[in-house]
């Protein structure tokens, strides 16, 4: 295995008293897609920013690129591209110029820049909106643009914390569709969501995190293999029913999550399950059988929903 | 991957002043150009008639009323060029403030602009050295065209003008210096607002329209703290041709001001950004 390009071992920081990141451990080789997974809060945007070499560490250790970022903050940026959480486009310039002035801060030379602008503008298919004002694109363009202005640099790691969210469902498969690009093309992405959708598409590896800590590690499929079952039926008895029914549903599927809205059943065989509620002579108002996901994964582990 | 600590030691340790500065603050200066040209040049180009308008008004208008006025070193010289040196500090103050508070505050709050340089490689002192000297920039170009103004009305009257042009460059310095550092520490538009409220009676106190020797000296004393007093007598000496080597006492204010200014905003943007 390669050196990987990120190595973060027991890595804390506190705010005051409170552990926001709370002895985190995790590697990212070259090339690969890595995600951190959580509710809002988990200590992923911290991690992220630590990462960035914008945020010191309280403790532990941590190399991006072979570097420490608490002694080599500016080379480490120089080769990191960043998509924060909220943009930070700069609203006096134009799209265009947004690329050329960030190019700038490298201190990258006027050509190499506006050559590379333009690439960037035809990969974020934004090309026709070169000279258009930032405000005036639409929020799907505007992460197209910081992502694109991300790059700029040619940067050996792209950092996205939540790269989708508030977007729309069509605007986020354009964005996936692009990171999957910059994917193939050998570039290593670190990114941060709470969808588990997204991390399913975009992640070669995750870890669960919750309270700065990490729960679990590995493939999105393995960590469903390991944590939850095949499938998952999900019944519905109305709110006032449901804790009720739960207590009759005891000892069916290999394991029962009673949510406010709904009951989940965890079985190699949802429909299986389903046919014995009803033999039981129970009513679902409504009944679904799924494939189960990280969202599962998560509920498994934590006993909460992702999004709450 | 072994060995690059190594490597890169030379890099880290031929940079004096560590993280804080990539020695790139010229980018900072050519976005703020590129902004300027592209967005808000307008704003730009109504800030420089406000001094002059004041100029002819006061100046002109009460001037004729009052006739001259004998300066602080016993000279009697027309009102209008009496006030003339002091609008134009007032001028290189208030384009270097408007810079370095009200555009730095809506920058760092809302527009996150910060936080994007801050996460290239450039270090906190590159964006406050940028920023400032762009408020220097400003604050330059206010000065000359009024400098320009003052010789056709004949309201220069020494050669020794010449070297006001570089002292409103330091007044303006100054200011913004201070200006981006206190403006770093603010978190709503009311603590914004206690700038303009500072800043407005000591326009109008520091000697500005008629000599400090009108108030009673513990008065006195109070103008002479403050910042837009030292400028005013820096410039109004130099325009007026008395020139003598107290005025360097007013240089050294600036220049502490400057250095304080800078100290600040680096360590506050480091604390706000680079945690």
């Known amino acids: 295995m390669p050196e990987p390009v990120i190595v973060a071992q027991n890595l804390v ?6 552990a926001a990141v709370d002895g985190i451990s995790f590697e990212v080789a070259p090339g690969e897609s890595f995600g951190l997974l959580g509710p809002n809060g988990a200590g992923k945007s911290t991690t992220m920013r630590m990462v960035g070499a914008v945020s010191t560490r ?8 072979g570097m420490d970022p608490d002694r080599y903050g500016p080379e480490i940026r120089s080769r990191l591209g960043v998509v924060p959480q909220t943009d930070n486009l700069d609203t006096e310039l134009r799209v265009r110029e947004n690329l050329l002035v960030y190019g700038r801060y490298f201190g990258l030379p006027r050509a190499q820049v506006a050559r590379r602008a333009d690439e960037l503008l035809a990969f974020a298919q934004l090309e026709d909106k070169a000279k258009a004002r930032v405000d005036a694109l639409s929020g799907g363009m505007k992460r197209r643009l910081t992502i694109a202005r991300a790059l700029i640099n040619e940067p050996s790691i792209l950092l996205l914390d939540e790269p989708t969210t508030g977007l729309d469902p069509q605007a986020r498969h354009i964005l996936w569709d692009r990171l999957f690009r910059l994917k193939e093309q050998g570039t290593t992405l670190l990114l941060t969501t709470h969808y588990m959708d997204e991390a399913e598409q975009l992640c070669d590896r995750l870890v669960v995190v919750d309270k700065g800590v990490i729960m679990a590690e590995g493939a999105p499929a393995q960590l469903i293999r390991t944590y939850s079952s095949r499938e998952v039926l999900e019944v519905r008895f109305g709110s006032d029913l449901n804790a009720d029914v739960a207590a009759q549903l005891a000892g069916m599927g290999d394991r029962l999550e009673v949510l406010p809205d709904r009951i989940l059943i965890y079985s190699e065989n949802g429909e299986s399950e389903l046919v014995r509620i009803i033999d039981a002579g129970l009513k679902p108002i409504t009944s679904l059988v799924r494939r189960s996901s990280l969202e599962d994964v998560f509920l498994r582990l934590t006993g909460r929903t992702l999004i709450e | 991957m072994t060995g690059i600590d190594d490597l890169r030691t030379d890099a880290a340790a031929s940079r004096p002043l560590g993280a804080l500065y990539a020695g790139n603050a010229r980018s900072v200066m050519l976005r703020g150009w590129q902004a300027t040209r592209s967005t808000n040049w307008l704003v730009v180009v109504s800030g420089f008639f406000e001094p002059i308008f004041y100029l002819l008004s006061m100046g002109l208008g009460l001037g004729a009323l009052v006739g001259t006025i004998t300066t602080e070193s016993g000279q009697e010289v027309p009102y209008a060029a ?7 500090a007032v001028a290189a103050m208030n384009g270097a403030i408007y810079d370095s508070t009200w555009n730095v505050f809506f920058k760092m ?5 910060y936080e994007g340089m801050l996460s290239t490689s450039l270090g906190p002192l590159d964006v406050a050295l940028g920023e400032i000297s762009l408020a220097l ?9 009024f400098m320009v103004v003052m010789q056709v009305l004949g309201l220069n009257l020494s050669w020794w003008a010449l070297l006001a042009l570089p002292a409103v460059l330091l007044i303006a310095f100054g200011f913004a210096s201070v200006g981006m550092a206190v403006t770093s520490f603010m978190k709503t538009f009311q603590q914004m607002d206690w700038i303009n409220f500072l800043l407005l009676p000591m326009f109008l106190f520091s000697a500005t329209f008629y000599p400090l020797s009108v108030y009673p000296q513990p008065i006195q004393y109070v103008i002479q703290v403050l910042p837009l007093w030292h400028g ?17 006492w007013h240089v050294l204010y600036y220049l502490v001001m400057i250095l304080l200014g800078l100290v600040f905003t680096t360590r506050r943007l480091r604390a706000l950004f680079l945690d």
Not at chain 1, 58 to 65: A, E, F, S
Not at chain 2, 109 to 113: G, M, P, R, T, Y
Request: glycine residues 14%; positive net charge.
């Open chain 2, 137 to 145: 920039l400003r604050g330059a170009l206010y000065a000359t065209g």
């Open chain 2, 82 to 88: 009496f006030i003339a040196p002091a609008l134009l």
């Open chain 1, 13 to 18: 920081k506190k705010y005051k008293d409170f």
């Open chain 2, 232 to 248: 005013i007598e820096l410039v109004r000496g130099l325009t007026t041709g008395q020139v003598d080597v107290g005025m360097l």
């Open chain 1, 58 to 65: 309280t403790g532990g250790d941590l190399r991006i690129l």
């Open chain 2, 109 to 113: 709050q809302f527009a996150k602009l």
